[in-house]
């Protein structure tokens, strides 16, 4: 019953918290999905609402702010300035009949976005703090939300360094000049059971955000 697009208006009416997941759609490897992050944002979202009656999931913002992806194919980005607006708008509209609207953030690329404007309140999905992008956390999250989306065949090892060694290369030149195969980290031993741990670990992180 948490489903937005499925209520009636006057179900809605005074709604306590309404979450907006964000996402993207990027290159995730040669392995996962473009839609990974949005698939990680809406299941987060979902879960946390199970847990906080009176909430709402909105549908996803499925397109970020992915310009450092934007050398490989099939990468749809929006840029920080219109993922701002969109956000801002939303959460403007959504506030006339709602007392909370929080965005659930599964893609780093959006943070500059989320962080621009006092009228948006976001919380992160934390799986791009635990490795960067399409590794063994993305990759075992995907095993465990949508199977059949997950290419195992194809995955490949990518840039295992850390952060603060590649951002400066990555912020010049985007991913592709720091990982070729547009992977950072490792899908090596990623499985669903770990991809449900995570989902855990990261739900009762945004319920604890949430207060
Ligand atoms: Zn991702």
């Given at each position: 019953m948490s489903h937005l697009p499925d209520a009636t208006s006057s179900e809605t009416a005074g709604a306590a918290l309404v979450l907006v997941p964000v996402g993207s759609i990027e290159q995730?490897?040669?392995?996962?999905?473009?839609?990974t992050d949005t698939t990680i944002a809406v299941a987060v979202a979902r879960a946390v609402a199970a847990e906080l009656p009176g909430t709402w999931v909105a549908p996803p913002?499925?397109?970020?702010?992915?310009g450092e992806h934007q050398?490989?194919?099939?990468t749809a980005s929006i840029g920080t300035d219109a993922l701002t607006h969109v956000a801002v708008e939303l959460a403007r509209s959504l506030r006339t009949w709602a007392d909370r609207v929080v965005f659930v953030n599964?893609?780093?690329?959006?943070l500059t976005a989320l962080r621009a404007s006092d009228e948006i309140e976001w919380v992160p999905c934390a799986t791009e703090d635990v490795?960067?992008?399409?590794?063994f956390t993305e990759t075992s999250l995907m095993l465990h939300?949508?199977?059949?989306?997950?290419r195992l065949d194809r995955a490949e090892v990518g840039n295992t360094r850390p952060l603060r060694e590649i951002l400066p290369a990555m912020m010049a030149g985007g991913v592709g000049a720091v990982s070729p195969n547009g992977v950072l980290g490792d899908p090596a031993g990623a499985s669903a059971a770990e991809g449900e741990r995570v989902l855990e670990a990261m739900v009762a992180d945004v319920v604890g955000r949430l207060g």
């Open positions: 995730h490897g040669p392995h996962l999905p473009l839609d913002l499925s397109y970020g702010s992915s050398s490989f194919a099939g599964a893609h780093g690329g959006n490795d960067l992008h399409a590794g939300l949508r199977p059949a989306s997950v």
